[in-house]
Nanobody
Framework: EVQLQASGGGLVQAGGSLNLSCAAA????????ISWFRQAPGKEREGISC????????YYADSTKGRFTISSDNAKNALYLQMNSLEPEDTAVYYC?????????WGKGTQVTVSS
């Protein structure tokens, strides 16, 4: 059974940082790309970053480029999202998902709240 679990969210002041983690299990980690999404209240879900585990190639949405960094630890089957210079607009539930263009499996999200 494929399992993905995001963690590391919390409440932080604007300008602060958080490091989200995504623990993956039940599939061959290196065979997939893993993506981060977020969904703010009343807004559509937004894909914000993706990493191809096999070759390390990365993608960032314009809204996060330069502030967020995606990485993986293949030995731990773990994905990370280092978020710096957080803004109130970054407040959302953050999810990790298996895949790059199709997302067959999703983890439960973690809430990130950025206060002004």
């Amino acid at each position: 059974e494929v399992q993905l679990q995001a963690s590391g969210g919390g409440l932080v002041q604007a300008g602060g940082s958080l490091n989200l983690s995504c623990a993956a299990a039940g599939f061959t980690f290196e065979d997939y790309a893993i993506s981060w999404f977020r969904q703010a209240p009343g807004k559509e879900r937004e894909g914000i970053s993706c990493i191809s585990i096999s070759d390390g190639s990365k993608y960032y949405a314009d809204s996060t480029k330069g502030r967020f960094t995606i990485s993986s630890d293949n030995a731990k089957n773990a994905l990370y999202l280092q978020m710096n210079s957080l803004e109130p607009e970054d407040t959302a539930v953050y999810y990790c998902a298996q895949g790059r263009t199709r997302y067959p499996n999703w983890g439960k999200g973690t809430q990130v709240t950025v206060s002004s």
